[in-house]
């Protein structure tokens, strides 16, 4: 690798890396000031934004997507193993947090899709068998998982089903995290892993 295409690499990364920073640090002080609460569209704009500039990405920059598809499909997966930890919407259901529809179809969600990714991503990265089939089957659910969770979040912001209980304290630090951060990053591994299906195909 010639020195001027290492300090190209070593700026990009920078780039990134600077980008990335940025978008955390903007998410939190959007939380913190009560934007987030105040605007009940605000949210899923930021969660979609850096799955809109992934896309970009991957388009117009053929070092992005030579990286993005050498990343190791099994890790990718076996990170939605910590989607277990979205039964914890059933926590806050339970003390009157978060309203039931939402909890139990996100928490619910997360959870089979982390029961998935937990078997395949083993499977994977083991050097056992996988068929594209069931990597596909796994990827679409666990995405529209995502899909569902933001629409009935964002509905559920106005008390629509009377309860009187309903998402605003996802607007608000440290719950905002997860719809902000959490939710991006992951919607991006899936959209990676089909990309990998449909390059390898």
């Known amino acids: ?8 690499c070593e700026c990009r990364i920078r780039t990134w890396s600077l980008l990335l920073l940025a978008w955390v640090i903007g998410t939190v002080v959007l939380a913190a000031s009560g934007a987030l609460a105040a605007n009940d569209l605000l949210m899923p704009v930021l969660i979609f934004i850096p799955v809109a500039g ?11 997507r030579s990286i993005v598809l050498s990343l ?9 193993s910590w989607r277990m930890l979205g039964l914890g919407f059933l926590f806050l259901y339970a003390y009157d947090v978060l309203p039931g529809l939402f909890a139990w179809l996100a928490g619910l969600g997360d959870a089979m899709a982390a029961a998935g990714a ?17 990597l596909l089957r796994w990827n679409s659910f666990g995405l529209l998982d995502f899909l569902i969770a933001v629409t009935v979040g964002t509905a559920l912001r106005s008390d629509l089903l009377g309860s009187g209980i ?12 997860v719809p902000t951060l959490v939710v991006p990053f992951y919607m991006i591994t899936h959209l990676i892993i089909f990309l990998q299906l449909r390059v390898k195909a």
């Open 1 to 8: 690798m010639t020195t001027l295409t290492m300090q190209s």
């Open 166 to 177: 309903t998402t605003d304290q996802l607007a608000f630090l440290p719950l905002s995290l």
């Open 72 to 80: 190791d499909t099994g890790m990718l997966v076996i990170l939605h």
């Open 54 to 64: 992934f896309a970009l990405a991957w388009r117009t920059n053929p070092t992005f």
């Open 118 to 134: 937990t078997l395949i991503g083993i499977k994977l990265l083991r050097g056992s068998e996988v068929s594209k089939q069931a």
